[in-house]
């Protein structure tokens, strides 16, 4: 996993008119916390931690006012619900062999039976721990040839090396379903023959 720079400021001003302000200058307003130490208010450059957090768990090395040198990861991002901008991040402190529960996304490969069956993703992010600066960008899960009413359990996921998981090992991340629109056509069929009857 890659680290991505970026430089911060610590932030005096608060609340809605200053964050107002913040954002109208490209820039986005957020706090980095973690280790028991008091919460740091900081100023970020928009397009840059925009770009950053393309990347999920993304390791940022954040340079504070050039002076402090950080290591940290994205806990919570507050987008604007129509135009997607971000208007808020929550980072966590975190060091070098450090272990921390992130979510990484699953991705399915491989086609399922014939028959027209769906693939349900109940995780679409599972749990886990892992070092902070070796987290995994995410996991590929293998559907090849399932069939309707097969899953797939966390405990089946093949984890990197020094990935552990952090949710209940029968959890269902993945489950095959069986296609709804033949059955509901055929009931309807059904019904409007007892109907006639």
């Known amino acids: 996993m890659s680290e991505v720079k970026i430089a911060a400021e610590t932030r005096t001003e608060f609340g809605k008119g200053a964050a107002r302000r913040i954002r109208r200058e490209d820039k ?4 980095l916390y973690g280790h028991g130490s ?9 397009h840059e931690l925009l770009l950053a957090l393309r990347t999920p768990n993304v390791l940022i090395a954040l340079d504070i006012d050039g002076k402090t040198n950080e290591l940290a990861i994205p806990k919570s991002v507050q987008r604007d619900p129509l135009k997607g901008f971000l208007e ?21 490969e491989g086609e399922l039976a014939p028959g027209g069956n769906l693939l349900e993703y109940v995780l679409d992010a599972l749990p886990v721990e892992a070092e902070a600066t070796h987290i995994p960008e995410g996991v590929t899960v293998s559907v090849e040839g399932l069939e309707a009413g097969a899953s797939v359990l966390a405990k089946d996921v093949k984890l990197p090396s020094g990935v552990t998981l952090a949710v209940e090992e029968d959890a269902v991340v993945l489950q095959v379903l069986a296609a ?4 509901a056509s055929e009931g309807a069929e059904e019904g409007e023959e007892a109907a006639e009857a």
Not at 28 to 31: H, K, L, N, Y
Not at 38 to 44: A, G, K, S, V
Not at 96 to 108: C, F, L, T
């Open 38 to 46: 008091d919460p740091i208010h900081l100023t970020f450059p928009g």
């Open 88 to 108: 808020h991040v929550d980072l966590q402190l975190v060091t070098r062999g450090e272990k921390v529960q992130v979510e990484i996304p699953v991705q399915a």
């Open 28 to 31: 986005v307003p957020g706090v």
């Open 180 to 183: 709804q629109a033949e059955e």
